[in-house]
């Protein structure tokens, strides 16, 4: 009688589109072992059972015949511009900036288009989500981690304010403005980044400045809008992402977010040398960029790119990877398993694209593994998705089922039946 309660329950949502049993699956949790000819119950969009392929279902549940393919938690593309550009070099389908160097009240999760073609071709290799990085100025505003799939961006939204975008100063000679390319003398580009990071700080202290006011004031304060939403990163509940490719901007990085009290997640790592110890000590996690890259500079190992996981796994210090753009999100699985071919154990590449960018972006009670209670946000593959050959069959993201057909798929269509 015990089980009465739960079966009610089942029922009462038998007829909805995110209610159903997946049969004779291979579950991949990636938080424990494999589960071999299981049956996966999903209610009103959630994770509710994994058992044998005896796991008793009311009988109106609807059931799926799986036989034979695997069930994976959807991957997650930690630094994108996903919705944000269709095509880079039309201005009018870009809104990845806006002018100014100081923005965080702006959230990128607004300007994403629920209709852009990149979504789709991106779902099609098993991304579920990804996250929409603002870029521009100093701070570039609030990057928001979206669900690919929604009528909206409200429904698309899992965190607005999963991170604020930081582009931290640097010491750079060359520059692009109206005028196209110029180069500076170093003294002049050392006082230039002075400047900018002394902006930086004196923009921080005004923050914490209307903290104190408004945590003094009375009914009648008037909020600002930008100050408004650094509080939740003085509070450290909202992290910093900061990119930072080599070790001096990495240390840099690191004594900076010490000294403004913040939570920080670099991104673009990609040299870091000696500071490995240093975010293993800070427990600071990275985004790491495309293994499928060009070394840095000329004279650089060829496999410099290749390599950098797998010592960033050894040092200790949790990862995640991103795209970095748009076009090229839907590879976000073959750069994880670039990284295996070079010295990353295969379930450390699975965990950097479905659990730990939940963990990092605070949303792992929610998704990243396949865990009772937690969102559906699965899919069925054929074999490994980290293998260039599997094919993603189908994809669930809240339990509803997402058409797998893109702007790619209907040009095969299309050539294929040509005369």
């Known amino acids: 009688m015990k089980f009465l309660p739960f079966f009610l329950a089942v029922a009462l949502f038998a007829g909805a589109d995110d209610t159903f049993v ?69 201005r009018e389908t870009s809104d990845v900036s806006e002018l100014g160097d100081f923005k965080p009240q702006l959230r ?59 582009r931290f100063p640097t010491v750079s000679t060359a520059s692009f403005g109206p005028s196209g390319f110029s180069r500076a003398s170093f003294s002049e580009a050392r006082r230039n980044y002075e400047a900018r990071l002394k902006n930086l700080s004196e923009y921080f202290e005004r923050a914490r400045r209307y903290q104190k006011a408004k945590a003094a004031a009375g009914a009648g304060f008037k909020p600002d809008l930008a100050l408004e939403a650094m509080l939740p990163v003085l509070a450290k509940k909202v992290p910093v992402m900061i990119s930072a490719t080599r070790e001096r901007a990495i240390k840099d990085a690191v004594a900076w977010g010490e000294k403004e009290g913040v939570r920080i997640v670099l991104a673009q790592v990609r040299r ?21 890259e060009l070394p ?30 748009n076009q090229f999100s839907r590879n976000l699985p073959y750069q994880a398993a670039t990284a295996v071919a070079f010295g990353l154990p295969h379930e450390e590449a699975l965990k950097s694209v479905t659990l730990y960018p939940a963990q990092i972006w605070g949303v792992d009670d929610r998704m990243g593994s396949i865990e009772k209670g937690k969102s559906a946000d699965i899919i069925l593959t054929d074999g490994d998705p980290l293998e260039v050959k599997t094919n993603v069959k189908r994809m669930f993201i809240q339990g509803r ?19």
């Open 22 to 90: 997946l049969r004779g699956v291979t579950v991949h949790p990636v938080t424990g072992p494999d589960v071999e000819n299981a049956s996966l119950l999903v209610v009103d969009g959630k994770i509710a059972e994994i058992g044998d392929a005896r796991l008793k279902t009311p009988k109106t549940t609807k059931t799926i015949d799986a036989k034979g393919l695997h069930v994976y938690p959807g991957m997650i593309d930690s630094n994108t511009e996903v919705g944000m550009s269709e095509i880079s070099s039309v």
């Open 401 to 419: 089922e997402v058409d797998l057909e893109s702007k790619h798929t209907k040009l095969y269509k299309k050539y294929l039946a040509r005369p």
């Open 296 to 325: 840095l500079e000329e004279d650089d190992p060829y496999d410099e790119a290749f390599t950098v996981p797998v010592e960033v796994h050894k040092a200790g210090v949790k990862f995640a990877f991103g795209s970095f753009g």
């Open 272 to 292: 870091p040398g000696s500071a490995l110890a240093l975010l293993k000590e800070k427990n600071i996690p990275v985004i790491l960029g495309p293994t499928q």
């Open 108 to 166: 990128a999760g607004i300007a994403v288009n629920p209709a852009s073609e990149h979504i789709p071709v991106i779902r099609a290799n098993g991304i579920v989500a990804a996250m929409a990085v603002p870029d521009g100025g100093i701070l570039a505003g609030q990057a928001s981690l979206m669900r690919l799939d929604g009528w909206t961006w409200e429904e698309m939204a899992i965190r607005l304010d999963a991170a604020m975008h930081l």
